[in-house]
C-alpha cells in the first residue's frame, strides 16, 4: 500500500478519505442507482483532474460542495467520469434479430392503432435508439409511413444526449452496406449522419431511472441494455419492477446478454436477455 500512495502522490493523484469516499458512494447510489463501493481508484484517477481545475484543493471540499451547492451541471460532470457511455451500432445482433422476427409480428397484430411504444432506457449517444428504427424500417417497408413508431431515448448524461441528437457517428466496419446507403449521409472523413427520417423517429430526453416512471403511454417494449451493471441488486430489483409496471401486458423488457434479472420477478423469460409481462 505504501508503495501505490507514493507513486499516485508523485503522479499527482488525489486521495480521498474513508470518510469522504463513504460520503460519496453513498450520495451517488441514494440519487441515481450507481454502486461505487467497489471503485474507489477509479474515482481518484477519473476525478482527480475535475477537482484540482475546479479549483479545489482536496476532495472533501469538492465532496462538500457537491453535496451542498452541487448543481445540475455538476451532478452530470460528475456522472460523466464516473460511468462509461460505451456503445455502438449492431451490438448484440441476436437480440435485434428476436425484436423484428419475434416481437415486431406478435405485437403489430394486435395493434388497431397502428402506433407502438418503445424506450430504450439509458441510450447513451444514441446508436442503440437509431439503429431499432432501422430495424423497424426494414420491417414495415413500404407501410411504414402508416405506423407511429417514435422511440422514447433517454439518458442521465446531457453530453450523451447532444452526441445522439446530432447523430454523426463513425461506422463500424461490418455495418451493413444497404444501411449506410439508405440511412445516413456522408458527413466528412470517415464521419456519416443518420438521414432526417431516421433522426425524427427518436425522442431524446434526459431522465434519472431512480425517478418514477410516469410517461403519457405505456412501453409494448424496453430496451435497457449495459444499463444496469451499475446498479447492486436492491436497485436493479426495484427498476426492474418499475419497468414492468410501464410495460403494456404482453410487453417485453430486453436487456444486455452480460445482464441477468434478479429472481422472483413476474416476467417471463422468452429468450436470451429477453422477457415478456
Known amino acids: 500500500m505504501g508503495y501505490e500512495f ?9 486521495l480521498i478519505s474513508d470518510e469522504d469516499f463513504t460520503r460519496l458512494v453513498r450520495f451517488v447510489q441514494r440519487n441515481y442507482g450507481i454502486d461505487l463501493h467497489q ?3 477509479l474515482i481518484q484517477s477519473r476525478l482527480t483532474a475535475t477537482i484540482k481545475g475546479r479549483g479545489f484543493s482536496d476532495f472533501k471540499s469538492y465532496v462538500d460542495y457537491l453535496l451542498l451547492k452541487g448543481s445540475g451541471d455538476d451532478i452530470n460532470e ?13 451490438r448484440e445482433t441476436d437480440s435485434f434479430d428476436y425484436f423484428q422476427k419475434s416481437i ?3 405485437i403489430t397484430r394486435r395493434k388497431a392503432d397502428k402506433t407502438l411504444a418503445i424506450w430504450s432506457a439509458g441510450c447513451s449517444s444514441g446508436e442503440e435508439p437509431y439503429n431499432i428504427t432501422m430495424y423497424m424500417m426494414d420491417y414495415f417497408g413500404s407501410q411504414w409511413g402508416a405506423w407511429d413508431t417514435r422511440i422514447l431515448a433517454t439518458d442521465l448524461s446531457l453530453g450523451a444526449l447532444e ?18 446507403e439508405s440511412y445516413f449521409t456522408p458527413a466528412g472523413g470517415r464521419r456519416y449522419q443518420v438521414t432526417k427520417q431516421v433522426r425524427n423517429n427518436v425522442i431524446f430526453r434526459q431522465f434519472n431511472l431512480m425517478d418514477p416512471i410516469q410517461f403519457r403511454r405505456k412501453f409494448d417494449v424496453i430496451f435497457c441494455r449495459n444499463v444496469m451493471i451499475y446498479f447492486d441488486q436492491p436497485t436493479k430489483t426495484a427498476l426492474i419492477r418499475r419497468f414492468y409496471d410501464a410495460t403494456v401486458p404482453g410487453g417485453y423488457l430486453i436487456i444486455s446478454l452480460s445482464e441477468t434479472l ?16
Open 104 to 106: 415486431l409480428p406478435q
Open 262 to 277: 434478479p429472481p422472483n420477478l413476474p416476467y417471463k423469460r422468452v429468450s436470451t436477455s429477453i422477457f415478456q409481462k
Open 163 to 180: 452526441k445522439a441528437e446530432k447523430g454523426v457517428y463513425q461506422l463500424p466496419e461490418n455495418f451493413p452496406e444497404q444501411w449506410r
Open 39 to 41: 471503485k474507489r481508484q
Open 6 to 14: 507514493n507513486y499516485e502522490e508523485k503522479m499527482g493523484t488525489l
Open 78 to 90: 460528475l456522472l460523466v467520469k464516473l460511468t462509461t457511455n460505451y456503445t455502438y451500432f449492431m
